[in-house]
Structure formats: C-alpha cells, structure tokens
C-alpha cells in the first residue's frame, strides 16, 4: 500500500495570501489528522476528520481550517498568511480497527516571506 | 488535557551503548501513550504505544518503554544503540479513546561511533 501523501512537499507564500495543503491517506483509512511541527512550538494538533466530519480541533486561530472529501483525501487551508504560520505541516491517517496507530506523511514545508 | 515532558532535549551516546529518553506526563484522565521517531526529512512514525494491558511494551527494533501510572512516567530504553537510531524522538500521550496527540517537544538522539 502507498503510504500517507502530501502536496506539495515545499511551499513559499507571502504574508496575507493564503495557502491551500493536500494530503491523501492510505487506502481504507478514513481518520485523517493534521499537525503543525515548528522549532518553537514543537507538534501542534490541528484538526482530525472522519468521514467527512471534523471529530476534534485544536486551539488555532480560525484562519485555519480544513475540510475531508467522500475519499478520504483532506485539504487543510490557511488564509491571511502571516509569518509564524511558517512550519513543517503534517497529515496522519488512522485504520479504523487501529485508530490510535497515526500513519504520518512526510509533511508539507511552508514558508512565509 | 494532557501535557508531556521531554526532559532531555539532545542526548548524545556512544554506538552499543545503552540509552535511555525520558518522558513524563500529566492527565486528568486515563491515558494512551505513545513513542514516535522522526528521522531527517521525513514524517514520523510509531515506535511503540500503550493503551492498556502489560505497562512494559516493546518495538521490533529493540526498544522498549514502561508504563509507570505512580510516577506518570513512559521511558524509552534500549540496551544497546546503533549508528541508525540517530533520530528525534516524541513521547506523545492522548486521552483514553481519544485519538488527538499531545506530543513533547522531542529529544534528539545522536550515536556516536
């Protein structure tokens, strides 16, 4: 089986604009969860879906949000860009007879100028 | 909620040598724990993980990591370290049944030759 896939794998945005992240996980894993690495801040937990519900979310600005498609693939999106959403973002997804086994992605590289 | 602490951000070890990271954690609730590596350039993956049962629980690749609900404790050990266990480490805790990570800042593993 693929593993979890992000797009794209480096990004370099502007402060204000706004970015859009993929990420599509195994095949048959229908939990996707998304994490926020930096230096600073360590791993931060964004939001998880299932089946096309947000379950959980974390303490993130409302500038933060995401969404899960019929297929499972997930699409995290961050608009008005400012400079410490610069981060390493990563996706995880999760079996259903093993959802506490997270299947990270090898994350998408942000940065903001 | 929960909170994690590494107490060693950088651990520095000779090659056969025996390492231990230390984790320690606080909960309201019942807890799962979890161990993750991260190596260079790439998302993390499951080294090992506590939900219930025996609280000693073992990777395949010789480490292994107690339980200690006394002491809110979740070790990582192994006897004897090779160059390829250069890695960072996260200990990572979530409420029982809950699937949303708290991770720790991580401790960076080096081995030395």
């Known amino acids: 089986k693929a593993g979890v896939t992000q797009t794209p794998r480096y990004l370099i945005k502007t402060r204000g604009q706004q970015v859009t992240l993929s990420c599509s996980p195994i095949?048959?894993?229908?939990?996707v969860s998304w994490y926020q690495q930096t230096p600073g801040q360590g791993l931060q937990f964004l939001f998880e879906?299932?089946?096309?519900?947000?379950?959980n979310k974390g303490n993130f600005p409302g500038r933060f949000s995401g969404r899960q498609f019929s297929n499972s693939r997930s699409e995290m999106n961050v608009s008005t860009l400012e400079l410490g959403d610069s981060a390493l973002y990563l996706c995880?997804?999760?079996?259903?007879?093993?959802?506490?086994?997270?299947?990270f992605g090898s994350g998408t590289q942000l940065s903001v100028l | 909620a929960q909170s994690v602490t590494q107490l060693d951000s950088q651990v520095p070890v000779f090659e056969e040598a025996p390492v231990e990271l230390r984790c320690n954690y606080s909960?309201?609730?019942?807890?799962?724990l979890f161990w993750y590596v991260q190596y260079p350039n790439q998302g993390l993956q499951l080294l090992l993980k506590?939900?219930?049962?025996?609280?000693l629980v073992e990777s395949i690749n010789g480490f292994e990591a107690e339980f200690n609900k006394s002491q809110t404790s979740f070790h990582l050990r192994k006897p004897s370290v090779h160059i390829s266990d250069t890695a960072e480490y996260f200990c990572?805790?979530?409420?029982?049944?809950?699937?949303?990570?708290?991770f720790g800042k991580g401790t960076k593993l080096s081995v030395i030759p």
């Open positions: 995880a997804s999760s079996p259903l007879d093993a959802e506490e086994k997270l299947f």
């Open positions: 095949s048959g894993h229908r939990s």
């Open positions: 879906y299932f089946s096309e519900t947000q379950r």
């Open positions: 909960s309201s609730v019942s807890v799962y």
């Open positions: 506590y939900l219930s049962g025996s609280t």
């Open positions: 990572a805790v979530s409420g029982a049944g809950s699937y949303q990570l708290t």
